[in-house]
């Protein structure tokens, strides 16, 4: 039945293009799975990911109803037919890298029935950039059974859901085009040219210096003993200690030439915002960091019981280029207790496309809550940047990892905790950059034995951590030489 329903939407086009033919398709598979494709692949000995994609050259492709004629063939076998149209989509997906349809970034599509979707770039440099050197990384079409996504097939786009649900909104942004001085596309432009130079640096600073927060006393009796106890993390006592490493940091970034400056949720009140913006219009001279993100402090609402939790991204002159809100309330048990965010949450996902990844902000369990799961699986985002503040990060890290290996996702998280800890327990809370399978490429800034063993077999990636901070560089094939 979907397959017909298929070759009538295909036979219903009255002007097919890459875009279009590439939504039905991709639709089709969203729903009838790759079982069919890749059981008959395996009948053949034909790796998922060497699959030859449908025809060789442009021409062959815009003769659309010669397609359809040979895909009708296929009906009485489903699952040749399916080779057959995974094959098609795989060439759609280079027909579309050559002809960068940038038109269909924000026109919505027809998939299956009542279904719209966008087009969407991958972008997915890092990825690109660890593939290229023939590095081991077990991307998702080599994994036991069926490939979870359809990223084997597809690696240059994808169609995205223009509906969500569970409440959730989705947003593509290109951030060459967001407001303000970088509005121009210059921003676009560094972050290409950083592309171009195969170089992706990221500098996370969770803060040596503890943060104390005005009203927040660890050790006092919670006033509620038996029922919910509210937290807001809204003003730090010593803002001048804290201000003072913080523009430590942004000098640091600079000199190191960061593309990335992250620091840990709550950990910045509106002075040492304004400050660390002021230190970056100081330098006129300097582009980086292209982007830094910081973890800001509870806003009480004058008019709410509620608060706010955000996450601002500057541009490399201070900028604000854009807002995350907390999506969820992080609430715990002590005893017969709560404690906990009360939040107005935000329910918007936005994806910041970029020549070098498509950024997506996120905060602490943002990335791991189970609303944000089908969310995070069909959007286009490859870059997680998220500011945390948690006593453990290995809830954390479950999705970084899966998020690689199903859709090749970079996680950029910087976490710190309320009180100063020992070493087993700050490995635990540990900040890290998931550039790849863990056993390749998780860089922790408190890494155990063996996870320093890993890192020698990463040698596109250069690591320098000191107590203040984690430094991750990749680089990529050098360019060649001209003659």
């Known amino acids: 039945m979907l397959r017909r329903l298929l070759l009538k939407q295909l036979d219903q086009l009255t002007r097919p293009t890459p875009a279009t033919l590439f939504v039905l398709l991709w639709d089709f598979f969203q ?8 059981n008959r692949l395996r009948e053949v000995g034909e790796p998922p990911a060497k699959l030859v994609p449908l025809g060789e050259d442009r021409p062959y492709l815009a003769n659309t109803p010669k397609v359809l004629t040979q895909i009708e063939q296929f009906l009485p076998t489903p699952k040749q037919f399916d080779l057959f149209a995974l094959r098609w989509l795989k060439h759609l997906d280079l027909d579309l890298k050559i002809s960068s349809p940038s038109r269909s970034a924000h026109a919505k599509i027809d998939g299956l029935g009542a279904t719209t979707f966008w087009l969407k770039a991958r972008n997915n440099w890092i990825a690109d950039s660890i593939v290229a050197q023939g590095s081991q990384i077990d991307p998702p079409g080599e ?3 069926d490939s979870p996504t359809l990223l084997p097939y597809c690696r240059n786009f994808m169609a995205v859901p223009t509906k969500l649900g569970r409440g959730r909104e989705l947003k593509s942004l290109t951030l060459g085009h967001l407001p303000g001085k970088w509005q121009s596309g210059e921003l676009e432009s560094l972050l290409g040219q950083a592309a171009n130079e195969q170089r992706f640096t990221a500098l996370l600073w969770p803060f040596s210096t503890p943060i104390s927060y005005v009203g927040i006393d660890l050790k006092a009796p919670l006033p509620n003993p038996s029922g919910f106890n509210p937290v807001r993390l809204a003003e730090i006592e010593n803002e001048q200690e804290i201000l003072r490493e913080a523009v430590g940091a942004v000098a640091e970034a600079r000199q190191r030439k960061a593309t990335v400056l992250l620091f840990p949720e709550l950990s910045l009140s509106p002075t040492i915002v ?7 219009r100081r330098e006129t001279n300097s582009r980086w960091p292209l982007l830094t993100m910081l973890g800001c402090c509870h806003r009480p609402q004058p008019a709410q ?3 706010i939790n955000e996450a601002l991204l500057l541009g490399p ?9 907390k999506l969820s309330n992080f609430k715990t048990n002590l005893g017969e207790a709560e404690i906990g965010e009360r939040l107005e949450v935000g329910h918007v996902v936005t994806v910041l496309e970029s020549p070098i990844g498509n950024f997506v902000p996120l905060i602490c369990l943002d990335c791991f809550q189970d609303t944000m799961k089908p969310v995070l699986e069909v959007c286009h985002g490859n870059i997680h940047l998220v500011p945390s503040l948690s006593e453990t990060t290995s809830a954390h890290r479950e999705p970084a990892l899966a998020g690689w290996r199903q859709r090749l996702v970079t996680t950029l998280l910087c976490n710190r905790w309320l009180e100063t800890s020992s070493e087993e327990k700050q490995r635990k809370q540990t900040s890290f950059v998931q550039l790849g399978d863990p056993s390749l490429r998780r860089f922790d800034h408190w890494p155990d034995d063996l996870a320093r063993e890993r890192e020698r077999n990463a040698p596109q990636c250069r690591v320098e951590r000191t107590s203040d901070y984690l430094f991750v560089e990749l680089v990529g094939r050098p360019p060649t030489a001209e003659p």
Request: proline share 0%; no cysteine.
């Open 274 to 280: 304004a400050s660390i913006q002021e230190e970056l």
């Open 31 to 38: 729903q009838a799975g790759l079982n069919g494709a890749e």
């Open 305 to 307: 019981e509620g608060d």
């Open 143 to 145: 994994l036991q059974g």
């Open 317 to 325: 002159n201070g900028d604000e280029l854009h807002r995350h809100r």
